[in-house]
């Protein structure tokens, strides 16, 4: 992709700006070192528009523009019911979950099972999302990021994996969570407007510049079979999707697990200034996912369209027959919409695909480096250490998890639809997960041993549905986290004979009051939900 002078200054000024902000509230303030708090936490100061635009920032990546988009050219809108239906799982995040975890005064998530079950179970899961998010997480994401970069400006994939993950290391690895959190006001800026633009102008190409309705309209008509969000068994990917089980089944195991206990979500919500500011946040948050379909979905469609439509390739001309996405191939769809783009928009487009890539990265390794520093570091290797042992642990770490993503991102090629990939595999242990805290959360009878056996057993029950022959993974999931369920039912109730276990969590009704503000932005958001539902089913 021809790069014009302007676009090189677009997105050095980007990154100039980003690593200004960075390092500039990364510094110590005169007198006082950084602590654990500081470093993890941000000093739990976070206001909730930072909250809001740093969990969107967190969570769209490589994933949702490369990976997600890939989807979209595949099998249609479908796929937004990832976006649509977290918005809804935020609500009941901020209304249910937050309280007793702001209660808790936590820093990890490990740390409430700790609190909740015991210390082993703790560092079981600990360990695990460690692996999760080096080998998983971070490696994806900076395999689909240098596969833009590949696709975009022929740059290979191993000098973009290591310049993404020196980009992000420059200034979340000294200032932590809040060089991760400011930055990712303005990474999301970015991120939505170049995201708008990159879309708006696919949409005009469509329509051959009647505008972004006409082109919409002609993509509707083009191609509706792209426009079901309720897929029949006669779809090819009804196995990704399986039809109205997305609604009620597994799409609610992915979305609950991923906002409700994932550290590199929830860690920004535990560093807000108080319980309203962190659940004002969530709901900036949730507002803010109705609108990322339009973002990374709708351009896979456009593409979709585009390259099944000979009369505009022909208008495309000799940019548009290079790189093109297809059957095998669909998460090029985004990096080859990014090369039709005209000068200046290439460098506003390509900042943004940028910025959703470090953001996630920035966000990985710092929860990767807490999870490690006070799960493990500090229980195991050091109780005694000082907050600057922990902040410098912390460092050590993040910089070793890029290590090691950067040497396995590059495995990961030859992957179709890597959004769909990373939804299906880590499916096999987010049921069980899920079941322990739901559980652990909201039943005062569920026991440590029976959390364990739990959190062990799911495993093997995921993979015996992988085998039952043409079920979709979406259903794999949700059958395992309700036979979990059971089986911690089942132990809980032989072990105690009944009784409320000792650690179990004291509910009560003032404990999920929300303010007026939450209320009428969650009602709103259930309304909107419902409408695009409705719209598109």
């Keep these: 992709m021809n790069f014009s002078t302007l676009d090189f200054i677009i997105f050095a000024a980007y990154c100039a700006v980003i690593l200004g902000v960075g390092l500039f509230v990364s510094r110590d303030k005169k007198g006082h070192e950084k602590n654990a708090e500081d470093y993890f936490l941000a000093g739990k100061s976070l206001p909730w528009w930072a909250i809001g635009a740093s969990l969107i920032a967190a969570n769209i990546s490589a994933e949702q523009f490369i990976g997600m988009s890939g989807s979209g050219f595949a099998l249609g809108l479908a796929i937004a019911s990832y976006e649509w239906m977290a918005a809804i799982t935020l609500i009941i995040v901020g209304k249910y979950f937050l309280p007793i975890f702001i209660e808790k005064g936590l820093y990890t998530i490990p740390e409430f099972v700790e609190k909740r079950f015991s210390t082993n179970l703790k560092t079981i899961l600990a360990v695990f999302?460690?692996?999760?998010?080096?080998?998983?997480?971070?490696?994806?994401?900076?395999?689909?990021?240098?596969?833009?970069?590949?696709?975009?400006?022929?740059?290979?994939?191993?000098?973009?994996?290591?310049?993404?993950?020196?980009?992000?290391?420059?200034?979340?690895?000294?200032?932590?969570?809040?060089?991760?959190?400011?930055?990712?006001?303005?990474?999301?800026?970015?991120?939505?407007?170049?995201?708008?633009?990159?879309?708006?102008?696919?949409?005009?190409?469509?329509?051959?510049?009647?505008?972004?309705?006409?082109?919409?309209?002609?993509?509707?008509?083009?191609?509706?079979?792209?426009?079901?969000?309720?897929?029949?068994k006669s779809n090819p990917e009804y196995k990704n999707l399986p039809g109205i089980w997305v609604l009620v089944g597994g799409m609610w195991v992915a979305n609950i697990y991923y906002w409700g206990f994932n550290q590199y979500i929830i860690q920004r919500t535990l560093a807000a200034k108080s319980l309203e500011e962190s659940q004002k946040g969530i709901a900036l948050a949730a507002g803010l996912k109705l609108i990322i379909p339009f973002i990374v979905v709708i351009p896979g469609i456009a593409a979709y369209v585009m390259v099944n439509?000979?009369?505009?390739?022909?208008?495309?001309?000799?940019?548009?027959?290079?790189?093109?996405?297809?059957?095998?191939?669909?998460?090029?769809?985004?990096?080859?919409?990014?090369?039709?783009?005209?000068?200046?928009?290439?460098?506003?487009?390509?900042?943004?695909?940028?910025?959703?890539v470090v953001s996630s990265l920035a966000s990985m390794l710092n929860s990767t480096s807490t999870i490690f520093t006070m799960d493990i570091y500090k229980q195991y290797i050091n109780k005694n250490a000082s907050e600057k042992q922990l902040v410098s642990t912390g460092r050590l770490t993040a910089g070793a998890a890029l290590v090691v993503a950067c040497i396995m991102a590059p495995l990961l090629g030859g992957i179709d639809q890597a959004f769909q990939f990373i939804q299906e595999y880590t499916g096999i242990v987010s049921p069980g997960i899920l079941a322990v805290f739901l559980l652990g959360l909201f039943w005062k009878k569920t026991t440590n041993q029976a959390a364990i056996w739990g959190a062990i057993l799911s495993v093997p029950i995921a993979i015996a549905f992988k085998f039952v022959p043409g079920m979709p993974f979406m259903n794999q999931m949700g059958l395992t986290a309700i036979g979990t369920m059971i089986v911690i039912a089942i132990i809980s109730q032989i072990t105690t004979g009944g009784a409320d276990d000792p650690k179990g969590i004291d509910l009560h009704k003032g404990l999920f009051k929300t303010s007026p503000t939450f209320n009428i932005a969650a009602f709103a958001i259930c309304i909107i939900t419902a409408v695009l539902y409705a719209m598109f089913w």
Excluded: C
Excluded at 178 to 200: E, K, N, R
Excluded at 315 to 340: F, T
């Design 129 to 232: 999302w460690i692996a999760l998010y080096v080998f998983v997480n971070l490696s994806s994401v900076l395999y689909l990021g240098s596969l833009a970069l590949e696709t975009i400006m022929g740059i290979p994939m191993m000098y973009g994996v290591i310049g993404l993950g020196l980009f992000a290391a420059a200034y979340s690895l000294y200032g932590g969570l809040s060089a991760v959190a400011w930055t990712d006001v303005i990474q999301v800026v970015f991120l939505v407007l170049g995201g708008l633009v990159t879309t708006y102008l696919a949409l005009d190409v469509v329509s051959d510049g009647a505008g972004v309705m006409a082109g919409f309209s002609h993509l509707m008509s083009a191609a509706p079979d792209s426009f079901h969000m309720i897929l029949d």
């Design 309 to 356: 439509d000979p009369e505009i390739l022909a208008r495309l001309g000799e940019a548009g027959q290079m790189n093109l996405p297809g059957a095998g191939a669909s998460d090029k769809a985004y990096p080859w919409l990014l090369q039709l783009l005209p000068a200046g928009l290439k460098g506003v487009a390509f900042a943004a695909l940028t910025a959703a």
